[in-house]
């Protein structure tokens, strides 16, 4: 309270005549001088942001489109609040430059979807990578409680805000580091025993998958996310390759403490992102009926089942799915 009492006075000493209530001004000076501090630490004030060739809204714009599934320039400009004119130029300057591409709408001629293309995956990468070693290189000193406390402190922030009425993620996604895979390999055999009754084969099953990940591991194709909560490991997934145009989705499992969070939607969404990113034509997983949940997050994320078989495995009788989707 003594900083917005400072402030204040700095304000009231420029001489500029509050525009607000004087009982709404501490707050409002407060909210001010983070959001200085804040952009300040990300660089939003440079010409160039995230060593692209771009500024905050065309990063944003590109953001967006790398992770939606062909939204239009009018859906894009209503969800990011910025004018119609400004996105058209914005989205004009991206397909000369081979960035994206315009796609007719079926539905409706007077639409069209945009995509990124191959070139424009590309220079995402960079961006992406950029972004996350910055707000990596903030978080890492901080404890795991204190890093929880402020993504959860963050949240709070939006949804006071008015920001998206989802439940506040209150998870960290990291990439995997020693000791992760005896989680994934643990989490996987007691949570499908306890709930679907299958025996130790299975995390056997898990166990050669995680190693040969590691053996084997491409980071220029591959990735692992850990999400963690609280300090504690509580989801994960991976992407490896199958083929040079393919991607195969593995080991996707959310602890029954992050349920609620949307978590699995969030690291099927990554897989895509990481994909397509990496020009990837195709992504696959293998499935099996039963597991409802994670079969309903593939449906809603554009999978669609391709074969079926029977089989037993792991002490029970199962019917295993292949699921494949373009990307």
Aim: charged residues 25%.
């Amino acid at each position: 309270m003594a900083k917005a009492s400072a402030l204040i006075a700095a304000h009231r000493a420029a001489a500029i005549p509050p525009a607000v209530p004087e009982d709404l001004l501490p707050a409002v000076e407060a909210m001010r001088h983070f959001t200085r501090f804040y952009t300040q630490r990300l660089g939003i004030l440079r010409e160039r942001l995230y060593e692209s060739p771009f500024g905050l809204s065309a990063v944003r714009v590109l953001y967006e489109l790398n992770h939606r599934d062909g939204p239009s320039a009018g859906e894009l400009a209503r969800d990011l609040g910025l004018d119609a004119g400004y996105m058209s130029r914005i989205v004009s300057n991206f397909v000369r430059r081979g960035l994206v591409r315009r796609v007719r709408s079926q539905s409706d001629a007077r639409q069209s979807h945009l995509h990124l293309t191959a070139r424009g995956r590309k220079a995402m990468i960079p961006v992406e990578q950029s972004s996350q070693r910055q707000l990596g290189a903030m978080l890492a000193p901080l404890p795991a409680p204190e890093r929880s406390r402020l993504i959860d402190s963050v949240a709070t922030a939006e949804r006071l805000l008015g920001g998206a009425k989802a439940a506040p993620v209150s998870y960290l996604l990291r990439p995997h580091r020693p000791g992760d895979m005896g989680w994934v390999i643990s989490a996987h055999g007691a949570l499908y025993a306890r709930e679907f009754g299958w025996n130790i084969e299975f995390e056997a099953f898990v166990a050669d998958i995680a190693a040969k990940f590691i053996r084997d591991f491409d980071p220029a194709w591959e990735n692992c996310w850990i999400a963690e909560k609280d300090g504690e490991n509580v989801g994960s997934v991976f992407v490896v390759r199958h083929s040079k145009h393919v991607a195969k989705l593995r080991m996707l499992i959310v602890d029954p403490r992050a349920r609620g969070l949307k978590l699995g939607r969030r690291l099927v969404d990554e897989c895509l992102a990481f994909a397509r990113a990496k020009g990837y034509r195709r992504m696959i997983l293998w499935t099996n009926s039963i597991l409802l949940a994670a079969r309903q997050i593939y449906i809603d994320t554009g999978f669609v089942k391709t074969a079926e078989e029977k089989h037993h495995s792991f002490g029970v009788d199962l019917v295993g799915e292949t699921w494949e989707r373009d990307l």
